[in-house]
Structures are given as structure tokens and as C-alpha cells.
């Protein structure tokens, strides 16, 4: 299942306690204190992992507490400190304190990690307190307690190229034909219920990562339908490849689809809206050639860009978008985009 939103609390481990201990042995007078040092408590840490996908297993459990240490022993034995708790998340979250919004950490590479709960320091035993105006200390110091905080964590993917476009304009089917991922396809809105990726091969050097993004609906900026929950993967890529039904049945109208999707980009972050777009018009197998021509023209007229048309059922001119898409990567990266 994929899930890409969790809240959880975390807390280091306690400190173990000082020791209050005396010497006792024979023939050894006034032996004097010999409380140990209490162990220090566990740090939490996250860490990023290309072996997660996504927040399923962390969502599981809502407390992630580290071991405490161990008490100080007589003989001015230290208490063992506590294991640290390691938290593996996938590439990509972001993780924020859920009281304040505050971001924390971003992981953006596998390997990438943080002490997000310091664990507590142990108490020292009375043996640290002896001294030549207090030989007899008869305390030792309580261990602190960890750090502790809820946070909220966020995934967004990192994909090169995001596939947008009203409900059932057939963004699965295109992902399928592209890569080598399955994601579930049928004839009605929203089979589409949380993004798919896939790595496209253009030739034996070029590669990219493709996401299909769930269907955005008008009011989509403001938690219609599936909302942010599909707007905030978007985030993180670089062209977005918008797809258009063109097909005779299509409603609406591929112009008006076309305005739906912009108005959600814009409303929910400008930004996005200003990235490299490549317009397709799929399912013109369902049209004569004739018919088809003339209607990508007029998509062409009526929104002064250029309209890639294909059809993701029969993958004609698919490749040839494949190519297009590359090289639009390709520019961006020499440029430093």
C-alpha cells in the first residue's frame, strides 16, 4: 500500500541512574564511595533508504522510543548505554515538527541521515561527588530524560518528468507503454489512486523516471477529490507531460480540460505552473486521420503551443515523445535546471 503521510512521536532513551555505592571489603578500611555512572539513553535517528518506497510500515506504529540506559553499578561500574533506534524512510520525505510546521530535515539522497532525539545523559554516581570536604556522599544524580517530539512526515518523489491531466485521459496507459510499470488501468475516473513510477530507457546511456500522478480535478488546490495528495509530487519534478483526450467522446472539451488543469497548477503553487511542458493529445486512434489533424491544428491555434499527438493504446508516436521528453530533459540539464 502506498502511503505518503505519517505522524508519529519520537522520544530518546532515559539516562540510567548514577549509583549511590560504598566499598565493602576486607581488610580494606574506609573504602569510600564507589557509585558508577549511569548509561547514556539511545538517539533516534532517520535515515534516508532506496530500499523503502513508502510511509506504510512507519504509519504502522506511533510510537518510536530508543532504549534507555542502564544504571551505574558499585565498584564504579558505568551502566550500559542504550542502543540508538534507526528509522528508515524513503528518498524524498520531508520531516517536519508537527507542532510548529517547522521542516527539519529534507532527504533528498539515499544515505542522507539525522538525529531528530537526542537520547538523555546519565547520571554520575556518588563516586564523582567524594572530596575532601564531602568524603561520605550519600546521592547520585537521576539520569535526563531524552528528547521528545511528534512529527509529521511527507513524501513527495523525486521524478524527472510528472504525467498530469483530468481523470482518465489515459496517463496509466502511456506510463505502461513508456516503461516496463503496470499500474492499474480501466475505463472509469480515478484507478489512479497514488502515484506510479517508472524508468524509461531512451537508448543504452539515457534514462529518466516517469511518474503517473493520480487525476487532478477542478478545486483540486483546495482538497477536492484526491488534492494535494496529488499536487505535492508534483513538486519535485522537472517537466510535466500534460495529457489531453481528444477522442470524440472526451468532456469536456480538450481546451477547456486543458484551462482546468492550469488554473489547480497556478492556484496551488506558481512555480510549478512555470516549469517545461510538453502538451499531448492521446487517443487519436479513435479519430480519422483527417479528424485527428484537424483537431490537433485547432488545439494548436486555440492554446499557442505546440500538441504532441499519440495514441497510448496502440503507441503510435509514442517513441517519438519518448525522444521529445529526453531532449527536454537533456537541455535542462545543461542549462543547470
Request: glycine fraction near 12%; include cysteine; hydrophobic fraction near 35%.
Given at each position: 500500500m502506498f502511503?505518503?503521510?505519517?505522524?508519529?512521536?519520537?522520544?530518546?532513551?532515559?539516562?540510567?541512574?548514577?549509583?549511590?555505592?560504598?566499598?565493602?571489603?576486607?581488610?580494606?578500611?574506609?573504602?569510600?564511595?564507589?557509585?558508577?555512572?549511569?548509561?547514556?539513553?539511545?538517539?533516534?535517528?532517520?535515515?534516508?533508504?532506496?530500499?523503502?518506497?513508502?510511509?506504510?510500515?512507519?504509519?504502522?506504529?506511533?510510537?518510536?522510543?530508543?532504549?534507555?540506559?542502564?544504571?551505574?553499578?558499585?565498584?564504579?561500574?558505568?551502566?550500559?548505554?542504550?542502543?540508538?533506534?534507526?528509522?528508515?524512510?524513503?528518498?524524498?520525505?520531508?520531516?517536519?515538527?508537527?507542532?510548529?510546521?517547522?521542516?527539519?530535515?529534507?532527504?533528498?539522497?539515499?544515505?542522507?541521515?539525522?538525529?531528530?532525539?537526542?537520547?538523555?545523559?546519565?547520571?554520575?554516581?556518588?563516586?564523582?561527588?567524594?572530596?575532601?570536604?564531602?568524603?561520605?556522599?550519600?546521592?547520585?544524580?537521576?539520569?535526563?530524560?531524552?528528547?521528545?517530539?511528534?512529527?509529521?512526515?511527507?513524501?513527495?518523489?523525486?521524478?524527472?518528468?510528472?504525467?498530469?491531466?483530468?481523470?482518465?485521459?489515459?496517463?496509466?496507459?502511456?506510463?505502461?507503454r513508456l516503461s516496463a510499470a503496470r499500474p492499474k488501468i480501466a475505463d472509469y475516473p480515478f484507478t489512479t489512486l497514488h502515484p506510479q513510477l517508472g524508468v524509461v530507457a531512451v537508448d543504452n546511456f539515457r534514462r529518466f523516471v516517469v511518474a503517473d500522478l493520480p487525476g487532478l480535478i477542478a478545486g483540486a488546490h483546495a482538497g477536492v477529490g484526491l488534492g494535494d495528495e496529488f499536487l505535492r509530487h508534483i513538486e519535485r519534478t522537472k517537466i510535466l507531460v500534460h495529457i489531453l483526450d481528444i477522442s470524440p467522446i472526451a468532456r469536456p472539451e480538450p481546451v477547456e480540460a486543458y484551462h482546468i488543469i492550469r488554473n489547480e497548477l497556478n492556484l496551488y503553487n506558481p512555480e510549478i505552473a512555470k516549469r517545461t511542458e510538453i502538451i499531448v493529445a492521446n487517443k487519436i486512434d479513435l479519430l480519422d486521420n483527417e479528424a485527428g489533424l484537424t483537431k490537433v491544428q485547432y488545439l494548436e491555434k486555440q492554446l499557442l503551443k505546440r500538441i504532441y499527438p499519440i495514441s497510448a493504446v496502440t503507441g503510435e508516436n509514442v517513441d517519438k515523445l519518448k525522444r521529445t521528453v529526453a531532449e527536454a530533459l537533456q537541455e535542462l540539464n545543461v542549462d543547470g535546471g
Amino acid at each position: 500500500m502506498f502511503v505518503d503521510e505519517a505522524v508519529i512521536y519520537v522520544k530518546g532513551g532515559d539516562g540510567g541512574n548514577g549509583c549511590v555505592s560504598f566499598r565493602r571489603e576486607k581488610y580494606v578500611p574506609r573504602g569510600g564511595p564507589d557509585g558508577g555512572d549511569g548509561g547514556r539513553g539511545g538517539n533516534v535517528t532517520l535515515r534516508a533508504s532506496q530500499t523503502v518506497e513508502t510511509l506504510y510500515d512507519i504509519s504502522s506504529r506511533v510510537k518510536y522510543v530508543a532504549e534507555g540506559g542502564k544504571h551505574g553499578e558499585g565498584s564504579t561500574r558505568h551502566g550500559k548505554n542504550g542502543k540508538d533506534l534507526i528509522i528508515e524512510l524513503p528518498v524524498g520525505t520531508i520531516i517536519k515538527d508537527k507542532e510548529t510546521g517547522r521542516v527539519l530535515k529534507d532527504f533528498k539522497k539515499p544515505g542522507e541521515s539525522v538525529v531528530i532525539a537526542h537520547g538523555g545523559r546519565g547520571g554520575r554516581g556518588n563516586k564523582y561527588f567524594a572530596s575532601a570536604t564531602n568524603q561520605v556522599p550519600r546521592y547520585a544524580e537521576e539520569g535526563e530524560p531524552g528528547d521528545e517530539r511528534h512529527l509529521k512526515l511527507e513524501l513527495k518523489l523525486f521524478a524527472d518528468v510528472g504525467i498530469i491531466g483530468l481523470p482518465n485521459v489515459g496517463k496509466s496507459t502511456l506510463l505502461s507503454r513508456l516503461s516496463a510499470a503496470r499500474p492499474k488501468i480501466a475505463d472509469y475516473p480515478f484507478t489512479t489512486l497514488h502515484p506510479q513510477l517508472g524508468v524509461v530507457a531512451v537508448d543504452n546511456f539515457r534514462r529518466f523516471v516517469v511518474a503517473d500522478l493520480p487525476g487532478l480535478i477542478a478545486g483540486a488546490h483546495a482538497g477536492v477529490g484526491l488534492g494535494d495528495e496529488f499536487l505535492r509530487h508534483i513538486e519535485r519534478t522537472k517537466i510535466l507531460v500534460h495529457i489531453l483526450d481528444i477522442s470524440p467522446i472526451a468532456r469536456p472539451e480538450p481546451v477547456e480540460a486543458y484551462h482546468i488543469i492550469r488554473n489547480e497548477l497556478n492556484l496551488y503553487n506558481p512555480e510549478i505552473a512555470k516549469r517545461t511542458e510538453i502538451i499531448v493529445a492521446n487517443k487519436i486512434d479513435l479519430l480519422d486521420n483527417e479528424a485527428g489533424l484537424t483537431k490537433v491544428q485547432y488545439l494548436e491555434k486555440q492554446l499557442l503551443k505546440r500538441i504532441y499527438p499519440i495514441s497510448a493504446v496502440t503507441g503510435e508516436n509514442v517513441d517519438k515523445l519518448k525522444r521529445t521528453v529526453a531532449e527536454a530533459l537533456q537541455e535542462l540539464n545543461v542549462d543547470g535546471g
